[in-house]
């Protein structure tokens, strides 16, 4: 703004000058003098405004030297000031295998050596800000490109140090990559510390074991399964095998009830009320089958 208000004078003095070669121009040109005056005016009111957006810190520069930072909203400042806005939201810097999902184009996927000797890959994002108290000291002593400087490298050396302290398996697990992660955050604070830049949080997203070891995982998988399959089988053929006892017994417990309840007496009753029965159906023939060697009914035949 400064520098607008400067070629501005500068272009209204030329004009003055050529202005009052003549007398007619000579009153145009105050009438324009009097009008550049009052924007000349206003612009150099409006120079010393800087207004700082929400979530940026404003640094301002004067002469080369960094003075206090300012905060959001509006600021009154020299007009020869520079301020350089730098942002303190909440960024998220990303590493993936996935092409133009993260900061860089292409495989940025983190390569680490897990203890057992294996090469895991690790996708991970990583939720960081800078902090508002320190964003002068961080412009002044790093740069406005602290993400190259320091967010990027401290990542990355914090996902191979804290994988070389768990096997492959480990971090495939749930549980070893809640371990994994918390292990990550505390390197990250240790990197990031008397840097300006605090970390949120880290997000790990994906962890690619070696084929192998997939494979091996895969192999051990079915087979659970297959083993859990033939337990369930077993397990319903026991079932079943119990009903068909249970059913057995059951015809077992009848039987014994009816043997016990066929007297001589109760057979004899019932092989005459049989004979009565057939003899009332309307045959006039019929065969008796004695019931045994001591039992001959004699029944009137010939009606």
């Known amino acids: 703004m400064f520098g607008i208000v400067l070629v501005a004078i500068v272009g209204l003095?030329?004009?003055y000058y050529a202005l009052r070669q003549t007398a007619q121009g000579?009153?145009?040109a105050r009438r324009?003098?009097?009008g550049a005056i009052i924007l000349i005016v206003i612009l150099l009111a409006i120079s010393f405004f800087r207004i700082v957006p929400p979530g940026h810190a404003g640094v301002p520069v004067l002469l080369g030297r960094v003075q206090n930072q300012m905060s959001s909203g509006l600021n009154i400042v020299l007009p020869i000031v520079n301020v350089t806005l730098m942002d303190v939201r909440t960024n998220a810097y990303t590493m993936s295998g996935m092409k133009d999902e993260g900061q860089l184009k292409g495989d940025d996927a983190i390569d680490a050596l897990a203890s057992n000797g294996l090469t895991v890959e690790l996708d991970v994002t990583v939720w960081y800000r800078l902090d508002v108290t320190r964003a002068s000291w961080v412009f002044q002593n790093i740069g406005p490109d602290y993400i190259d400087k320091i967010v990027r490298p401290s990542i990355r050396t914090a996902l191979r140090d804290a994988a070389s302290r768990f096997t492959a398996n480990e971090l495939y697990s749930s549980t070893g990559r809640t371990v994994y992660t918390s292990?990550?955050?505390s390197l990250l604070d240790i990197a990031f510390s008397g840097k300006g830049v605090i970390r949120e949080r880290v997000l790990l997203r994906r962890v690619k074991l070696p084929d192998v070891v997939m494979q091996a995982i895969e192999l051990k998988l079915a087979e659970d399964q297959n083993a859990q399959k033939m337990e369930f089988t077993l397990v319903k053929e026991g079932r079943e095998a119990e009903?068909?006892?249970v059913e057995a017994q059951g015809i077992a417990d009848r039987n014994r009830t009816?043997?016990?309840s066929?007297?001589?007496s109760y057979l004899s009753w019932y092989y005459i009320e049989m004979l009565k029965s057939?003899?009332?159906t309307g045959n006039n023939t019929f065969v008796i089958t004695p019931f045994d060697q001591k039992l001959t009914p004699l029944l009137n035949v010939g009606k």
Do not use: P
Request: glycine share 4%; aromatic share 0%; charged share 20%.
């Open 258 to 260: 009816i043997a016990g």
């Open 32 to 34: 324009a003098a009097t």
């Open 13 to 15: 003095a030329v004009a």
């Open 243 to 245: 009903r068909k006892r």
């Open 183 to 185: 292990t990550v955050d």
């Open 26 to 28: 000579r009153a145009i």
């Open 262 to 264: 066929l007297t001589n």
């Open 278 to 280: 057939v003899a009332a």
